[in-house]
């Protein structure tokens, strides 16, 4: 099995990427002194690279996209790698057309990128027959803001769905199909919302934003600029980090250096997080 899968119970999950961004450590963590880096080197450096991962979940009955990534979107910050993501899911053998449900952790431009793509002037579900879904609070809160300029990439990657009825606004704990669970993980988000997966006694939780990097498995109350409620992100970080030691599952994370595939271990009292290479 290539490095970027694994299998849980009768599913497996590749980790595929739409490229990567560079963040100014202390512009995304503004409120830490320099002494709380020192614990972890491979932030020793002003800036980091961030992943921007996305998940596919192939069971025996469906097949599951999570996130869609930053596709030709512009974050405003350096992006040395982008628009990956179908020539990954290629690499897989994944045709767009094969994605039963694309799900949407939340209604961030490097989350939803390429749920649209422009095939000669027109705008086309780049998945023609997934279903899409999103959590319910999170449109309720981006769709407020759909004509502020940094928020226009709703207009083109999100609304359209939602007119042509692909877009399902969901709320609380559904399932997508038999094994795959949503978690309600608010804070990052409203609707923010993570993935339990569970099969044949193996389980694995998709995290989405609820964590940025590894050492905020330890370092529970660092909530980033971009989470928009930092004190419920520290909660809900804190409860989901719980969660997973409790039931022993692997930690899934789009964002962590790829493929974004660890395990919770205890170093002393501490926890802290370990990727399985
Ligand atoms: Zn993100």
Redesign the pocket.
């Known amino acids: 099995m290539p490095l970027n899968s694994v299998k849980v119970g009768n599913f497996y999950i590749h980790s595929v990427s739409d490229g990567y961004m560079i963040f100014q450590r202390d512009a995304f963590f503004p409120n830490l002194p320099i002494e709380s880096w020192k614990p972890y080197p491979s932030y020793s450096d002003p800036k980091f690279e961030m992943n921007i991962g996305s998940f596919v979940i192939e069971g025996a009955d469906k097949t599951i996209l999570v996130d869609t990534g930053l596709g030709k979107l512009n974050h405003h910050i350096e992006q040395p790698m982008r628009e990956t993501l179908l020539s990954e899911l290629e690499a897989f053998s994944i045709k767009p057309t094969d994605i039963d449900i694309v799900f949407l952790t939340h209604l ?1 431009l ?2 939803v990128g390429t749920n649209m793509t422009r095939d000669n002037g027109v705008w086309k579900q780049t998945f023609p027959n997934a279903q899409y879904m999103v959590g319910k609070s999170d449109w309720e809160m981006f769709s407020r803001m759909i004509n502020n300029p940094s928020f226009k990439y709703l207009e083109e990657q999100v609304q359209p769905l939602l007119s042509n009825g692909s877009l399902y606004l969901f709320e609380g704990e559904i399932p997508l199909t038999e094994g795959v669970v949503t978690i309600p993980t608010p804070g990052h988000t409203p609707g923010h919302t993570s993935l339990l997966i569970e099969s044949d006694g193996a389980k694995a939780v998709i995290m989405g ?1 609820t964590v940025h990097i590894p050492p905020q498995v330890e370092q529970i109350s660092w909530s980033p600029v971009p989470d928009r409620d930092k004190a419920l992100s520290a909660e809900t970080r804190s409860d989901l980090m719980d969660f997973i030691e409790k039931e022993q599952a692997l930690i899934i994370s789009g ?1 962590f250096p790829k493929p974004g595939f660890g395990e919770i271990i205890q170093v002393g009292s501490t926890r802290s997080y370990r990727p399985i290479t």
Do not use: E, V, Y
């Open positions: 961030h490097d989350h934003d964002h």
